[in-house]
């Protein structure tokens, strides 16, 4: 796991109180990452996603289905 992609999951965290924010910060990390933490960031979002419920619309918003 790299430096930035650790830096992402901590950032996601702490915004994950607000949905909009979240994908803001998301989409934002999608764009500076290289596609290996991509995959990465993808399968920890799924995860994050159904441990905090609502953060919902986050998956219907990328499609993680």
Known sequence: MSNTLRYYRIILRK???DADLFTKELKKAYQHLSKEDCSQLYT???IFIKKNPHLNEVQ???SFN
Do not use: A, E, R
């Open 15 to 17: 915004v994950s109180f």
């Open 60 to 62: 219907y918003s990328f």
């Open 44 to 46: 920890w979002t799924l």
